[in-house]
T-cell receptor, first 115, second 112 residues
């Protein structure tokens, strides 16, 4: 269900440290997951995605881990930089088989990088 | 430059007024979407369109209308029936059969 209140989960990280942002998804039938980064006043930008037949995928400075047993997704950012400060959203998609895709978005986590 | 263009960036609506948000893409994507974002909340789907001249309601379609007369364009009208229209509106597009969405830069709608 939806959470109440307007407060995003927040994560404060020292510059240069690694960041781990967590996301619990709701549907065990979801077969595709995606992470977006959203800076203030801008649209979300794609970071990395993963399909349910994988449990780990790496990009440039980012790694996504998928644990289907507990329906948990995480985004790891290595050597966090001030430019990484943003809100991070996870999204899941359940393949309805009808060729139509609708991503369901989480509420986001605000990452603040301390210089 | 290929991408999705939303305009205007800021929009103000008076009581009882309909307003239209523009979304244009030159990515040659078949599917287009409109999402609403409230402070501290995730994105909620308003309407989507998989093909020209066809569109479907999302989770919160009441008080909104869309059209898809051209592949490149998917305007959203916020009608006077939408009693709480203040939000950040995001347009997105995707390749048909692909879940990855590409987003525009958003329109902030406020009520006067």
């Amino acid at each position: 269900g939806e959470s109440v209140g307007l407060h995003l989960p927040t994560l404060s990280v020292q510059e240069g440290d690694n960041s781990i942002i967590n996301c619990a998804y709701s549907n065990s039938a979801s077969d595709y997951f995606i992470w977006y980064k959203q800076e203030s006043g801008k649209g979300p930008q794609f970071i990395i995605d993963i399909r349910s037949n994988m449990d780990k995928r790496q990009g440039q400075r980012v790694t996504v881990l998928l644990n289907k047993t507990v329906k948990h997704l995480s985004l790891q950012i290595a050597a966090t930089q001030p430019g990484d400060s943003a809100v991070y959203f996870c999204a899941e998609n359940m393949n309805s088989g009808a060729g139509s895709y609708q991503l369901t978005f989480g509420k986001g986590t605000k990452l603040s990088v301390i210089p | 430059d290929g991408g999705i263009t939303q305009s205007p960036k800021y929009l103000f609506r008076k009581e009882g007024q309909n307003v239209t948000l523009s979304c244009e893409q030159n990515l040659n994507h078949d599917a287009m979407y409109w999402y609403r974002q409230d402070p501290g909340q995730g994105l909620r789907l308003i309407y989507y369109s998989q093909i020209v001249n066809d569109f479907q309601k999302g989770d919160i379609a009441e008080g909104y209308s869309v059209s898809r007369e051209k592949k490149e364009s998917f305007p959203l009208t916020v009608t006077s029936a939408q009693k709480n229209p203040t939000a950040f509106y995001l347009c997105a597009s995707s390749i048909k059969g692909n879940e990855k969405l590409f987003f525009g830069s958003g329109t902030q709608l406020s009520v006067l």
